[in-house]
T-cell receptor
Framework: DTGVSQDPRHKITKRGQNVTFRCDPI?????LYWYRQTLGQGPEFLTY????????KSRLLSDRFSAERPKGSFSTLEIQRTEQGDSAMYLC????????????FGPGTRLLVL | QQPVQSPQAVILREGEDAVINCSSS?????VHWYRQKHGEAPVFLMI?????EQKGHEKISASFNEKKQQSSLYLTASQLSYSGTYFC?????????FGAGTRLTVKP
C-alpha cells in the first residue's frame, strides 16, 4: 500500500522564479487537497480537487498560485514569480469520499525562497 | 474559521497523562485528530463523528461533544513516542480547518 508521495521534497529558489510541485495521491482516492504550513502553525487550506475538477480555492490564494489535476490522478501546484513570503512546507493530502472521510498527508515539499 | 486548541504546549514526564482541547465557534459534524513530528507530515490518529462518540488509539482516546462544539484528546501513561504537535481538524464545506496545534513534549 503506497501512501501519498510528493516531489521534490526540498526546493530552494530565487525570488521571482517559478516553481512546480507534484503530488501523487493514494490510488483509489478521488479527493486531493493542497495545504501550506508555516512554522508553529497548522496546515492552511489552499485548494481542493474532486477527481479532475477543482472545486474550491482559498480566498487567501494569490493569482500566482495555480493547481491542476489533469486526469484525476496526480496533481501539480505551480507558484509563479515566487516571493520570500512563499517559503513554507507545501503539503498534499488525499481522501476517499465517504462518511468517515479521512485525509492522508504526503511528506511535503519544503520551499525556501531566497 | 479555524478551531481553537488549548493548551499551546505541555511538557510531561513519561507515564503522566495529558488532555488537549479543541473548540469551534461553528457547528461541528466531525473532528479529526493528527499528530505531527518535527519535519514530518501530519499522521492521522482518529476521527470522531457527530453522536458524542469516543474512540481510542493505543493509549490515546478522544471524545466529541457536538453540543458544546468541542473535542478533547486524552493521552494516558504517556510514552516518549507521543512527543510531537497535535492538531485537531474540522471539516468546513470542502476543506479542513486545522487548529494552531498543541506541542507535546514527553521527557524520560
Amino acid at each position: 500500500d503506497t501512501g501519498v508521495s510528493q516531489d521534490p521534497r526540498h526546493k530552494i529558489t530565487k525570488r521571482g522564479q517559478n516553481v512546480t510541485f507534484r503530488c501523487d495521491p493514494i490510488s483509489e482516492h478521488n479527493r486531493l487537497y493542497w495545504y501550506r504550513q508555516t512554522l508553529g502553525q497548522g496546515p492552511e487550506f489552499l485548494t481542493y480537487f474532486q477527481n479532475e475538477a477543482q472545486l474550491e480555492k482559498s480566498r487567501l490564494l494569490s493569482d500566482r498560485f495555480s493547481a491542476e489535476r489533469p486526469k484525476g490522478s496526480f496533481s501539480t501546484l505551480e507558484i509563479q514569480r515566487t516571493e520570500q513570503g512563499d517559503s513554507a512546507m507545501y503539503l498534499c493530502a488525499s481522501s476517499k469520499q465517504g462518511r468517515q472521510e479521512t485525509q492522508y498527508f504526503g511528506p511535503g515539499t519544503r520551499l525556501l525562497v531566497l | 474559521q479555524q478551531p481553537v486548541q488549548s493548551p499551546q504546549a505541555v511538557i510531561l514526564r513519561e507515564g503522566e497523562d495529558a488532555v488537549i482541547n479543541c473548540s469551534s465557534s461553528k457547528a461541528l459534524y466531525s473532528v479529526h485528530w493528527y499528530r505531527q513530528k518535527h519535519g514530518e507530515a501530519p499522521v492521522f490518529l482518529m476521527i470522531l463523528l457527530k453522536g458524542g462518540e469516543q474512540k481510542g488509539h493505543e493509549k490515546i482516546s478522544a471524545s466529541f461533544n457536538e453540543k458544546k462544539q468541542q473535542s478533547s484528546l486524552y493521552l494516558t501513561a504517556s510514552q516518549l513516542s507521543y512527543s510531537g504537535t497535535y492538531f485537531c481538524g474540522t471539516p468546513i464545506s470542502n476543506d479542513m480547518r486545522f487548529g494552531a496545534g498543541t506541542r507535546l513534549t514527553v521527557k524520560p
